[in-house]
């Protein structure tokens, strides 16, 4: 992994952080004082989906504690091996949405790049953990090819940097794609969809930061938090920092069991957010991918825990309760009959 990070271009104090992570469950369980024999770890489903976790995220784990919701999310175990009707590999269906390589138009006015296949760690939750990213790497050929997909639609107004992880990219690669995005005149939006703030908030340099303010186009960042134990003082410095510099800063987050299913946690989330100059903008019910099926909440149980979350937060720290459908023209709204 650390050597397809490496070959993105430049290297710098981040990326030598980065080289730091956790790609053994052993390792990993040795720094948080654990045992195999604590929890149930499976090294078959590191192989199929390998584990990755990087220092940073683990330093907020608690150690000795199996249960903690922050390793619960990365670390390979047994569950994951189930086959579950309903969940698949492809479940927000974006092998049908996916017109060239490296490109994703399934909304009307946007379009998603998958800039890279890499991500700084493998979240087991993960909606593209089958994805085939090794026919939709962006090679210069096929970035070309992106860019005259975009050109043509003049319906396309944001295009959507993802991944894998965007932000593993360097600050020259990222600027050279928002130049040719910044000639195109029907674009006026570039969005970032992003985990790295989170797991490595020193990816958020000053150099980072002129790189998506230097163009005409309005820099979004929309970054991925699950857990206010996320959120600890250089996340927050992070996060601040590209609020100041004109960026509007959201959040979106996934209903996982066992993880932040307590709309309390939910609540102390979003207000470390908002201290953080993030709004909580998307509450994702799970999506069903092979894997995860361990992770889910059933709909009445998630529709009485965002009642409460309502009752806990003022309106606008409120993320918006939805699901991904396959096909879908939209995220399908999963608010149930009540008012804010």
Not at 165 to 184: F, G, H, T, V, Y
Request: proline share 6%; hydrophobic share 40%.
């Amino acid at each position: 992994m650390i050597q397809r990070i490496e070959s993105l271009g430049q290297t710098s104090s981040w990326q030598k952080m980065l080289a730091s992570s956790f790609t053994r469950i052993p390792d990993l369980l040795d720094y948080l004082q654990l045992s195999a024999a604590d929890i149930d770890v499976s090294e078959e489903a590191a192989k199929q989906f390998k584990c990755l976790v990087p220092l940073s995220f683990a330093q907020r784990m608690q150690k000795g504690k199996p249960f903690d919701p922050l390793l619960r999310q990365m670390l390979p175990i047994g569950d994951e091996l189930q086959r579950v009707e309903g969940f698949i590999q492809d479940p927000v269906g974006d092998l049908k949405a996916n017109p060239i390589p490296g490109l994703l138009h399934k909304y009307h006015g946007r379009v998603l790049l998958l800039t890279n296949s890499g991500c700084a760690g493998n979240c087991r939750y993960c909606f593209r953990r089958h994805f085939p990213y090794d026919e939709n790497s962006l090679s210069q050929a096929k970035t070309q090819q992106a860019i005259h997909y975009i050109q043509e639609d003049e319906s396309i107004n944001e295009v959507i940097f993802s991944g894998g992880e965007p932000l593993l990219n360097s600050d020259e690669r990222l600027l050279a794609w928002i130049k040719q995005l910044a000639e195109i005149k029907h674009i006026t939006r570039i969005r970032f969809h992003s985990r790295l703030p989170i797991f490595l908030p020193e990816r958020i340099t000053s150099s980072f930061i002129a790189t998506i303010t230097s163009s005409r186009l309005t820099p979004i960042m929309v970054v991925h938090s699950n857990h206010p134990m996320e959120i600890n003082t250089s996340v927050h410095h992070a996060l601040c920092k590209m609020h100041d510099a004109g960026v509007l800063m959201l959040n979106q987050s996934v209903l996982l069991k066992d993880i932040n299913d307590d709309a309390k946690v939910l609540a102390d989330l979003s207000e470390r957010l908002f201290k953080a100059k993030t709004l909580p903008y998307y509450l994702h019910s799970l999506d069903p991918v092979q894997g995860a099926a361990h992770f889910h909440i059933n709909e009445t149980q998630l529709h009485t825990l965002y009642k409460e979350l309502c009752g806990l937060l003022p309106g606008f720290l409120v993320p918006k309760l939805v699901k991904e459908v396959a096909g879908e023209k939209s995220k399908t709204g999963l608010n149930p009959n009540f008012q804010l």
